[in-house]
T-cell receptor, first 110, second 112 residues
Framework: GQSLEQPSEVTAVEGAIVQINCTYQ??????LSWYQQHDGGAPTFLSY????GLEETGRFSSFLSRSDSYGYLLLQELQMKDSASYFC???????????FGKGTMLLVSP | DGGITQSPKYLFRKEGQNVTLSCEQN?????MYWYRQDPGQGLRLIYY???????QKGDIAEGYSVSREKKESFPLTVTSAQKNPTAFYLC???????????FGSGTRLTVV
């Protein structure tokens, strides 16, 4: 089976940098994804790492270390609108489903 | 614009009744998925389908049923056998091999 661990809540102030960690245990691994979900809304895809290293998309970056079964999402220049839940998810096989972590609620204060 | 439409947004059901949640996509995606979200529990997979007329059980399929008669549609029926049906239900789709899912806006089901 698969399991993912991520912190339940992280707080930060506007303009700061925050890192949300995710560790996983999986029998097969084909990539780590990150999704953002505002309260009551639809999750939206942020990033995907299949290989080790850092992927950058604007203010958001995602990192993967397959040897450590570990990844993180880095959010820079935080804005109030970044307050949301962030989920990491592992791809279980090449063309199949995602298993999600329980989510990290990010609270950005002025 | 392409996307996924879930309806209704809110649904109330009496205990013992079956109810069907609609999910339609015009993204021409092959694969579709149903997830259930409870507070503090993340998203858990109910059923998924990678091709028309074929679908597989996810981690929590008991008490649910699906059909995939058309590529665009993947309705979910919550049956009376589901013990705790009150939850937020999310439908998603993806192109086979693509890393990202596109989610619908969800249906919040409440059993009264």
């Amino acid at each position: 089976g698969q399991s993912l661990e991520q912190p339940s809540e992280v707080t930060a102030v506007e303009g700061a940098i925050v890192q949300i960690n995710c560790t996983y245990q999986t029998s097969g691994f084909y990539g780590l994804s990150w999704y953002q979900q505002h309260d009551g809304g639809a999750p939206t895809f942020l990033s995907y790492n299949a290989l080790d290293g850092l992927e950058e998309t604007g203010r958001f970056s995602s990192f993967l270390s397959r040897s450590d079964s570990y990844g993180y999402l880095l959010l820079q220049e935080l804005q109030m609108k970044d307050s949301a839940s962030y989920f990491c998810a592992v791809r279980n096989s090449g063309y199949s489903t995602l298993t999600f972590g329980k989510g990290t609620m990010l609270l950005v204060s002025p | 614009d392409g996307g996924i439409t879930q309806s209704p947004k809110y649904l109330f059901r009496k205990e013992g009744q079956n109810v069907t949640l609609s999910c339609e996509q015009n993204l021409n995606h092959d694969a579709m998925y149903w997830y259930r979200q409870d507070p503090g529990q993340g998203l858990r997979l109910i059923y998924y389908s990678q091709i028309v007329n074929d679908f597989q059980k996810g981690d929590i399929a008991e008490g649910y049923s699906v059909s995939r008669e058309k590529k665009e549609s993947f309705p979910l029926t919550v049956t009376s056998a589901q013990k705790n049906p009150t939850a937020f239900y999310l439908c998603a789709s993806s192109t086979s091999g693509e890393s990202g899912y596109t989610f619908g806006s969800g249906t919040r089901l409440t059993v009264v």
